[in-house]
């Protein structure tokens, strides 16, 4: 919990603070092997992240993206190879985040028909899973696209069984904290195909 002693020394790990000599958490999350794993929180964009996101607005220069930030995101004319509409659905990775956190995407690609899920950004490691294991089994059992953002928007083809992909999404989602994750969602794939 936020403000519980993780340790009786100073350790600087992410997700901690130290006072008096001792560290403390800043987040609700998960305490092993010296680190902390948040099981919550929002997205704080870096240089080179991959993210899917929205086009909200036409500007003369370019667009406003929805990134599931607290600020648009914005989309150079000159980083996008086709004109794109409200509503699009773009991948695209972050060129810059400044000191005020505005943040420029490029090499921008509009994605195809599909539907956008999100989910808790700090559980896309877990979606994507080791050498991207679990995206893959998702891909293959459902034969659907998946593109996932690591601001926690998943955008799902509409081909294949997109309802399936959401409802393994979810379960991931819930239960990415725990053991033997992909095995319990490999069998729930199998028995719901």
Same mark, same amino acid.
């Given at each position: 919990m936020p403000g519980? !002693? +993780?340790s009786e020394r100073e350790e600087h790990i992410s997700y901690a603070y130290v006072e008096k000599g001792k560290t403390y958490s800043t987040v609700v999350g998960l305490y092993s092997n010296g680190k902390i794993v948040p099981l919550e929180g929002?997205? *704080?964009p870096l240089a080179e992240d991959t993210v899917v996101g929205v086009i909200t607005e036409i500007k003369f220069a370019g667009y406003s993206v929805d990134i599931n930030y607290a600020f648009p995101a914005f989309l150079s004319n000159r980083e996008s190879k086709e004109k794109l509409a409200l509503g699009d659905a773009i991948i695209a990775k972050v060129l810059s985040v400044n000191e005020v956190k505005d943040v420029e995407l490029f090499e921008a690609k509009r994605l195809p028909a599909g539907s956008l899920v999100r989910v808790s950004p700090v559980k896309v490691p877990r979606i994507i899973g080791k050498r991207n294991s679990m +995206? *893959?089994?998702l891909q293959s059992s459902t034969g659907?696209? +998946?593109f996932v953002g690591r601001n926690g928007y998943v955008w799902i083809s509409g081909k294949g069984n997109d309802i399936l992909a959401e409802k393994a999404l979810r379960i991931i989602e819930v239960q990415a904290?725990?053991?033997g994750l992909t095995d319990r969602v490999a069998a729930? !794939?199998?028995e719901h195909r």
């Open positions: 519980e !002693l +993780i929002p997205y *704080d +995206i *893959d089994m659907c696209q +998946i904290h725990t053991q729930f !794939l199998r």
